[in-house]
């Protein structure tokens, strides 16, 4: 499961905060005046801050400032903050860390950095015990992968929840990065959940034959492979699947089903075809989201038509006047 840091939402607050007109906002701490200037992407702006003797290790909002610069893509100013004594292994209080960070925005020229300055490229995070690599192959940025993999990361790494990488790859329907993670040798125990994954319709029919069960979740995560093929999109797959008695409604260990992640993805023809099979529109995951709040474009749209509803984020609202 792809790697989610709070960063980027509280970089959206800190960006509405300045824009509300209707009051001040006070920058109180060392950590809020360097997430203002890392977000405004001034060099000039961040070294002044460091000039005047802030740490570039002081935390912003628990995470250290170099995440926050890779999470806003800026290159020079993640260059400054290393220059200036920057731990590049330093994690946020989820043992999240700045390569992980990279690969998941596909910086393969910041990737390139923090390796060169001692990144540690086999770190593990805390909470579901992911690599580097599996949030490169999540993206499935086959630079990356093979960037990796050339300066030691390990192929056959296992988190928490029983998952390798070439699982990764596949569950967000990155064919090129399993086919290269296939031909380093590395196996899955579920070629079924690959092969949806991928939306190879031939090798599915190929394994249901052989007896795979179409509602099958995996080990750890409990996806089943209508979870692997509902992130791309394969609805002739998950059509396939449902007629060999697969359950519309499955959720995984994190208690997303089918709907969140067409919706996130915004598979319009795919939303509307769970729904019309009695895909639960209210479902909510272990954190109270509902499809709604996962999802984007036209999905949303049509979610909200039909009466979804959101889920306790509704009615989340941050401090102070944030109006526009």
Not at 50 to 67: E, K, M
Request: glycine share 8%; proline share 3%.
């Amino acid at each position: 499961m792809r790697l989610v840091n709070t960063t980027l939402l509280l970089l959206g607050l800190l960006t509405l905060m300045p824009a509300a007109g209707a009051q001040d906002f006070e920058l109180e701490t060392d950590g809020d005046r360097l997430a203002e200037a890392i977000d405004s992407g001034s060099v000039a702006a961040v070294r002044r801050l460091l000039d005047s003797g802030v740490s570039a290790n002081t935390l912003v909002y628990d995470s250290p400032p170099l995440q926050w610069a890779i999470w806003d893509e800026k290159y020079y100013v993640v260059k400054l903050l290393i220059d200036r004594g920057a731990d590049v292994n330093l994690p946020d209080e989820d043992g999240y860390t700045s390569l992980m960070c990279a690969c998941d925005m596909s910086s393969k020229r910041i990737v390139d950095l923090l390796l060169d300055k001692g990144a540690d490229i086999n770190a593990v995070e805390l909470l579901y015990g992911m690599s580097a690599l599996q949030s490169a192959c999540s993206a499935g940025d086959e630079a990356i992968v093979d960037l990796l993999l050339e300066r030691g990361a390990d192929i056959n790494h296992i988190d928490k929840y029983s998952g390798n990488c070439l699982e990764e790859a596949a569950y967000y329907g990155h064919k090129a990065v399993v086919e290269k993670l296939k031909a380093k040798g590395l196996k899955s125990d579920y070629p079924l959940h690959i092969a949806c994954g991928i939306g190879d319709v031939e090798e599915v029919k190929k394994q249901l034959a052989a007896g795979k069960k179409a509602d099958q979740p995996n080990e750890g995560w409990k996806n089943t492979p209508l979870h692997f093929a509902s992130g791309g999109g394969h609805l002739e797959i998950i059509k396939l699947l449902v007629e060999n008695g697969a359950n519309v409604n499955a959720k995984n260990v994190l208690g997303t089903t089918l709907l969140h992640e067409a919706a996130s993805a915004d598979h319009l023809e795919l939303v509307k075809w769970l729904v019309a099979q009695g895909a639960d529109i209210n479902a909510k995951d272990e954190e109270g989201s509902t499809p709604l709040d996962w999802s984007s474009g036209e999905s949303a749209t049509y979610l909200e038509e039909i009466g979804a509803e959101y889920g306790e984020y509704d009615d989340f609202e941050p401090e102070g006047d944030v109006s526009i």
